[in-house]
């Protein structure tokens, strides 16, 4: 029997990603897949200025954003931080992931975190990217990218990030309970209790996302979704190995977070290298890029300013943001 909705759909999918990506490509960004087999990340790229030295390497800030999470939703953030970034990158480089909420929500996602895993990281060899940033499940990415060199897991052409950014990671838990806390959390949007879930992404649910939470269901109805969150394991954790991140290493958390919890930041000021710098936004959750998209912006142009002016985000309106060292 003919189905005219699974005939439309396909090309009703097609139509949205064009109009999406019409302004984007009339700003300069490119589109690429970096596929494994069925699957495969999308790029955003934005070549900023024309290397003069062919000597030196293409200098990449590279973003991976988070579960479920699109480069989308962080463009106010990026519009905003684009002059720092424009000063100091020869490009800048968007990870996409299908099935998520991006460009390509329509495709299927990955279905496994060992697979997202590898080809992130895959993806990250062949980028060769100076300044790394991940948030959430992309922070989780960036962490194990840059301490498995130091397992021997990179491949020569490979290149270690020096400056690495984390926002909200869950991959340092404090204890078992916790971990129960934070299965408990996703098991509220996979029980259908799509208010409740959203109650714990934010400190405070911004309208427009409290009256349509349930959206939400596109997302965890789809069978990869369940598969990827019930194939995380203990062993995915970090803890000692976070002593082999990059000195220049950064940590943005809220300290309303409900869905990767703050007090987890205690775990990386124990184990991460003794030069980690964590800043802190009061009052606000696990969508930093969303509640205050100025603050996130304003502190990251300051990790990204040129060496020497790094040391200035410790005095900044200490109402605002807290910074705290791992030597204290």
Not at 153 to 162: T, V
Not at 203 to 226: C, D, G, H, T, Y
Not at 230 to 237: A, F
């Amino acid at each position: 029997m003919f189905d005219l909705k699974s005939t439309i759909r396909p090309f009703f999918y097609s139509g949205t990603q064009s109009a999406l990506q019409a302004p984007l490509k009339a700003l300069g960004f490119k589109f690429e897949r970096r596929r494994k087999g069925d699957l495969g990340v999308s790029l955003w790229r934005l070549k900023t200025r024309k290397k003069k030295d062919t000597l030196v390497g293409t200098k990449r800030f590279v973003f991976i954003p988070g579960f479920g999470d699109s480069p989308v939703f962080w463009l106010g953030v990026m519009t905003l931080l684009l002059p720092r970034l424009r000063a100091q990158y020869d490009e800048i480089v968007f990870f996409d992931f299908p099935g998520f909420s991006g460009l390509y929500y329509g495709e299927a996602a990955f279905s496994d975190i060992d697979s997202y895993f590898s080809h992130g990281m895959e993806v990250l060899d062949q980028l060769q990217a100076h300044s790394l940033m991940g948030h959430s499940l992309g922070g989780w990415l960036a962490t194990h990218y840059c301490v498995s060199f130091d397992r021997g897991q990179r491949p020569a052409r490979a290149k270690k990030p020096e400056i690495v950014i984390i926002g909200s990671p869950p991959n340092a838990m404090t204890d078992e309970h916790c971990e129960e806390q934070w299965k408990e959390t996703f098991n509220l949007a996979l029980e259908g209790q799509f208010e409740k879930f959203v109650g714990h992404m934010f400190a405070k649910v911004p309208w427009i996302v409290k009256s349509n939470s349930k959206q939400l269901k596109w997302f965890f109805s789809k069978p990869e979704i369940q598969s990827f969150m019930k194939s995380i394991r203990r062993d995915h954790l970090v803890k000692e190995e976070l002593k082999h991140l990059p000195a220049q290493t950064y940590l943005l958390w809220g300290d309303q977070d409900q869905i990767n919890f703050y007090r987890w930041s205690k775990e990386w000021l124990k184990h991460a290298p003794r030069s980690l710098k964590l800043v802190t936004f009061p009052g606000v959750g696990h969508m930093l890029h969303m509640e205050t998209p100025f603050r996130v912006a304003y502190m990251l142009g300051k990790i990204l300013a040129p060496a020497g002016k790094v040391s200035t985000i410790e005095f900044v309106r200490r109402t605002i943001v807290r910074v705290t060292s791992a030597l204290v």
